[in-house]
Each structure stands twice: as C-alpha cells, then as structure tokens.
C-alpha cells in the first residue's frame, strides 16, 4: 500500500520548481516514512472504528507487533487493559473534532512490557475538507520518561533533604542574594524563608566577619578554590549574633559560568558558648593558678624573710638584708630609710634588681627629701605613719613638669617608676623608717594584697632592723666597757718589753671574762696582773671591774703580789654574791733595783703559772699556787720571787690559750705550750705573745671557745736606768 498516495493524488496541479515529480516525490516520501524512528500509524475513520490502514517498520519495531496483526485493528489494542487513562479522553475530543492531538499514552509491546507512547494525531482533510485518515504519529519516550523520573525523583529527594535538613542550606545568587533557603537556615538567622528571599548574605553577615566570607568567596569565582568552610556570625532578626560554621561551593552553568553557590549553613552557637565557657573556665583556672604561684611566692618571702633577716646581728648588714629580700622578688628597686637619733630620716640602703642602676639610686638620695612640708610618699608615710599604695605613677610629662630639666628628673627618667608602695617600719610603738618598694614593670602593679604583703615584710624587717640596732648600741657599750676593763695601751717599762693580745668570744656585745692590767706603782714598779673571771657578759663585766680597780687600789699601799690577791679575795667574798669567783696571777716588777735583770715577786691564786723561757734553757713554771679568788677566807696566797735575766721572757696566760680545742676535741694543752715556747726564743715580747694568739686561733680552726689573754714580759738585754714610766 501506498500510504501517501491519498495526499499525492491530492497535490497542487504542476510542479514548482526543483521540486521532484510526483512520482519520484512519492518514492522520497515513502522512504522517509518508512525510515523513520517513529512509529506511524494511518487509520481510515471512514471505515468503521477507525482501523489502521498502514503502519511503518518503526512501528513495528515499537509495537513488536507485525504489520500482518494489525491491519484492521483500531488502536487501542495497544492500552491493552489500561483503559482508563485520562489522556484517552483529550485524543477522543480531538479525533471527534477532527484536531491535531498531542498525548502521552502508556501501550503495551506485543510481549506485555509497557512503554510511553508520545502520540501525535493529525486529521488529514480531502480538498473539500472532508476528513479521510488520521495519521498517528508514535514516539517511545519510555528511556526519556524513565530519565525524568529518575530527575524527578532526584528533585524530589533533594528538595525533600534541601527543606527538611537538620542544617541550614541555600542557593546563593552570585550578588549574595538569598535564592533558596531552607527552613533550618530561616531558624537559624530568625528569619521566615520568604522574607530571606529579599535580602542578601551580606545584609545579615556580622560586618567583622563579612570581609573574609567575601574574599573566600572570591577565590571561588577565580577557581582558586573549590570550596570553602569558616566560622562566621550572623545577625538575627531578633537582635543576638548567631555563631555558624558555613561551607560554600559554587556551582557552574552547563557554558562553565558561574551559576550561583550553594551554602551550608551549621549552627555552632553551642559549640562555641562551650568553648567560651571552656576559654572563661580556662582563664579563670589560669588566674586562680597565678594566684596560687603569687600565693606561694608571698609564702616563699614571708619563710625567707626570717632567716635572711635573722642571718646577722650587723646593723648595716641587717638594712642590706631586707632590701635584697624584696628586690626582685618584690620590686625592681627598693629604698629603705632610717629615722637617726636626731629625728632625720635617711636613705641607709637601697637595692635595684639591675645592679648597673644601683648608682642611680645613690645619686637619688641627694634629691630625696622627707621635710615636714616636703611631698612624696615616704615623707607622708613619716608623717602620718601610714602606708602608702600608688597603683599608678604619673608619666614622665608630671616628673618634667614637676621636677624640670635636671640631675633628678634623669634619674627618675632612667628609673621609671610606674607602681609604687611605702611602708613604715614599726617599732617601739613609733615609726623607725620606710620602705619603698617601686616596680617599673608596667606588669607589676601593685594592689592591695601586694600592700598587706609589704606591711608583713615590713613588721618582720622594723624587728630586725630593730635588734640589730639594740645589738649595735649593745656591742658597744660591750666594746667600751671592755675596752675600760683593759689598759688603753701597753705602757712602757723600764728595761722590760711588754707584750698583750686579748681575744674576748662570743658576740661582740658581751663582755669578755679575762683580764689583764699593768699599773705603774707609787715606790715607781710594776705591778701586772692577769685574770679568768668565772662566766662572761655584763656579770663577769662587774667581776672584772671590781678586780682591776681593786688590785689597782691596793697596789697604790701595798704592791705585793700575794697582798694584793688576797685583798682582791677579800673585797670578792664581801661585795660578790656567792657564785663569783676568778683567777688570777700578780706579778711585782723592780725594774730598777741595780741588779742585772728586772727583780719579779710572783703569786697566784687558781690561776695556770706563767711560765719563764730561757734561752736555751727549758720552760719553767713559776710562782707556787694560791687558791681561786672569791671562795676561800683564806686563799693560801705566797709570793715567789724570781730575777728575769736579759733576754729571758714571762709568759703570763690564762686557760683560754691551754684549754683551747681543736674540732677534734683535742686541748692544747701545757705541753704545746711550753714546745710552742720553746721555738720561740728570741722573739721580742709583741711579736710572742702574737705568735702564741695565732697558733691558738689556728689550732682551734677559727672556731674559739673561750676568751683568751697572754701577757708577755720580757727582760731587755741591756737594763737601761730607771725612768718614770707612764702612769695608766
Ligand atoms: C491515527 C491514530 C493512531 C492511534 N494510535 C494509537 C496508539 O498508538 N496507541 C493507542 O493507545 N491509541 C492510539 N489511537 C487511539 C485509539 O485508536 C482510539 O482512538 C482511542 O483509544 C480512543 O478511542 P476508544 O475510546 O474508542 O478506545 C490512535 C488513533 C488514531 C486515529
């Protein structure tokens, strides 16, 4: 059959030009028909039920059904029981009507799998417009439908993921307008997603953060980047910025240009209110921990203060001591002022933490001045006895303004006071000082705890200030009353070299216990005497004193030696309580009496013999012993008289020099003596009785325990005549 023969036979009259003729027309279009992908159909509705009169080989193909099968057919074999499809309708209308018709039909092959049939429908008209066939056009469009449906599908995944995510999500417009968002998106920046629409990212972006979202997003746009995440702030509707980690992506059209970006948008806020309440916990952990540090440093200075303070009795040394106890623990510079007797104060010691400055320092006290009138803290401090905290120090334009251009305001310059702290120093009830403590680090500010700290170091130092301002007063008292118990100076004796040392122990504010005098008599001789009294310090003092002055007194009417013991005995048993009691050795020296040699009259109550050393000779005891002084009505006292040739020496000592020890425990001993002696002959009276301190001080490795006195009396070679010595 030939199917457009109907139309052919139907032609224009003639052939317009370039046009084939009919026939050949007829050939082209059968072969287009029959060559064509779509199925085509031609009924004839003039014959009943509008059977197919022609169907091409796609047809065939579509249907799976042979040309032989349905010829004579209508259609509608092709729904086989999918009749009630809606779009039968619309073709039925238009077939009634004899109008073209566009449907998509779901048909069935020949073996029963369905396919989507896009069916077009013409009406074909007689020149007089009577209808004579219909021709359907088929298209299978069951891939294209399968492939919208996977589209849609996937749309429809999307939008359903898109709206109803846990996270915020919107298509960005390259200008940041909001194109979509979803619901979690609105919620998060309190916005409804219609009214997003109209604004742009920028518009709800926290400006300290819109910046470096722009420029990320720039590097999108330039291919830099494929995608970016930050954390960033947006601004609610409602007022409170919102904290979200958003990651963006741009998507490209199919030419590659830019389309728009995809946003996601995370609500952190949570997150980030724990890592604040972590960083706050953080901090406050950090504080409380520098607290504790600042704490325990305070303990540490509070400890240290005590055995730095107590480390010497030196008033200097004490003054020292406390400001390096607060610099630098305390402050970079430290001042300490001292009330003197007269009521002045004065700078007495300072410290700087860099001991380059500490000139500085020195060079500030000529400009320092604590009048009545004058300003300043520690002049305020002085005056009102109160501490004072300066958190704070003016800058350097007061100093100029106040100060002017000049040596002072250099100081201060180089100094650089920021904070300041002055406290008195309390004692006896009133204020003996202050302390300055300033910081020039603009990190250490002084505040309160630091002001109650420096009060407590403050106390602690005014006591030790304080004793080793007693101890100094004491030691020398000590110094002049001891000094008052010993001849000033050795005098000079007739024909006789006289050689001393004296070593009191212990602290230098107790008064030794040995003794020693050389008295110039009224008959013009000598009377020396040495003595231990029992025990040291202000008792022994009284002891001594009463000694010296006694044996003084009584060699004035009597100067012999067993005479002047016994009355030294004597007025010990009246004016001393019961447990005083001494020591001692006498000596009466005739210088002068014209015999070759000095004449000696020896006793000695209780006390070591002085021993005599001859030139090569041995080293002899001399004097027979008495008894201890202060116990004993009788004290058994006897002269013993001896001549002490030229070039022999006395050796008068108490048992400070034998009962001397070694660390071991060793005593010296008479018998180290007497050797020590015995390699000495030819010393002169000085240089011995130096030598023999020496060796006793270094037996004892600088460690002595007793007060120790040696008096030397050595016969000079030539007796010279008789001269008046020196009255002591
Ligand atoms: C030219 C032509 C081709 C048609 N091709 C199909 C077809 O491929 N598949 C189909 O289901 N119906 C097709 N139909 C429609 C049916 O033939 C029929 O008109 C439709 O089922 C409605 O009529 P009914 O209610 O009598 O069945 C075609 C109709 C015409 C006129």
Redesign the pocket.
Known sequence: MRVLETHSSRAPHGREPGRPASGEMRRLLDRAVAASSN?I???D?KLP??P?IYVNPA?ERI?GYAVKEVMGL??????GDD?DQSA?EE??VA?GEEQESRVI?K?YRKDGTPFW?E?Y?SPIHDEEGTLT????V?NDITERRKIEEVLRESEERFRATFEHAAIGAAQVGIDGRWLRVNRRLGEIVGYEPEELLNTTFQDITHPDDLEGDIEQMRRLLTGELQTYTLEKRYLRRDGPVVWVNLTVSLVSDSAGEPAYFIAVVEDISERKKTEEERDLLLVREQLARAEAVDARRRLALLAAAGPTLSASLDYGETLESITRLLVPEMADWCLLDIVEDDGSLNQLAAAHADPEKEYLLMRLKEHRHFGERDPGSTAEVFRTGRPVLLPDLPDATFYERELGVGEHLDILLRLQPRSLICVPLLARGKTIGAVTLVSSKPDRRYGEEDLMLAEDLAYRCAQAAENSRLYRDHSEIARVLQTSLLPPHLPEIPGVEVGAEYLPVGEANVVGGDFYDLINTVEDGWVCAIGDVRGKGVEAAAVTALARYTIRAVTMKDDRPSEVLAALNEAMLRQLPEDRFCTAACIRLEPHDGSVGVGLDVARAGHPAPLLLRPGGPVEEVGCSGRVLGVFDNAELRDTSLRLMPGETLVLYTDGVTEARSPDGDFFGEDRLRRLLGSCSGYDAATLAARIKDVILDFQEGSPRDDLAVLVLRARDQVTPAVNGQRT
């Open positions: 199925g159909v031609i009924t509705p039920d509008n197919i047809f249907s209508n259609c509608r074999f092709l729904q009749r039968l073709l039925r077939l039909l048909n049939n069916l429908v066939n219909f021709v359907g088929q």
